[in-house]
């Protein structure tokens, strides 16, 4: 079975430090400073994210198509550069680490992550916590793959099959996240949800979007667990019904 993990606000956060690379980014490619922010907690993708930003600070689309590459071609620099910030002021989320380990002990289950982060981003935080330990980052599906979130489910299932020698489908696919984007990446992207209600969103609107367990947070790792074999289980079970 194929576990994805979300990064941000699921397994950690790092404050400002991602803010603080896009507005240098767009200092250099326009030029002047950059009035609005993406939001926070989202989930979109930072392609998205970025165009976004050039768009709600007075760039026109056609001229944001142009410098959108340039800046996903900065970003993961001026992030990198800021690594001892995320190591100073990220934290872990709780239960993050026990979480993590437990899965990764399951010799069943292939852990790895799906993240609207770039994948050079996603690596950065993942090592400065020591996370990358637990997940196979090799496998990931990134926002450098495709900035549409649900398509990365099927570029993690397509690596791991590869590697694993075996398919992976919606009915041994979990997604773990905190946010309706990663509810909405495992509805249309191909797989079962625990959604965790540890970031800016809440139990209520994360069941309400579609996910198959709500967790308060990561704490009980043997309750995360039993959310995945029970799911896994009941789509395979649901499937031999149609």
């Not at 400073?33 to 989930?43: F, K, M, S, W, Y």
């Not at 340039?70 to 709780?94: Q, S």
């Amino acid at each position: 079975m194929l576990v994805l993990w979300d990064i941000d606000r699921t397994l950690l956060y790092v404050g400002e430090v991602d803010r603080q690379a896009y507005r240098e980014a767009f200092e250099e490619v326009v030029g002047r400073q950059a009035e609005r922010l993406p939001a926070r907690g989202t989930g979109v993708t930072m392609p998205l994210a970025i165009r976004g930003m050039l768009l709600d600070n007075g760039v026109m689309p056609e001229e944001a198509d142009v410098l959108l590459p340039r800046m996903l071609d900065i970003v993961p620099r001026r992030f990198a550069a800021h690594e001892e910030d995320v190591r100073r002021d990220g934290v872990l989320m709780p239960g993050a680490v026990d979480s993590l380990a437990a899965v990764a002990a399951q010799p069943d289950l292939v852990p790895t992550v799906v993240t609207g982060n770039l994948r050079a981003n996603a690596l950065v935080k993942l090592a400065v916590f020591g996370l990358d330990r637990y997940v196979d980052t090799t496998l990931g599906g990134y926002s450098s793959d495709d900035a549409y979130r649900p398509a990365l489910v099927g570029v993690a299932q397509a690596r791991a099959a590869a590697k694993h020698g075996t398919g992976f489908d919606r009915s041994s696919t979990v997604i773990v996240g905190d946010s309706l984007e990663d509810v909405r990446t495992g509805l249309e992207g191909g797989a079962r949800v625990v959604a965790v209600a540890a970031g800016t969103t809440s139990a209520e609107a994360l069941a309400e979007a579609g996910a198959d367990v709500v967790l308060p947070d990561l704490t009980d790792p043997e309750r995360l667990l039993a959310a995945v074999r029970t799911l896994t289980r009941r789509t395979v079970r649901d499937s031999r019904h149609m």
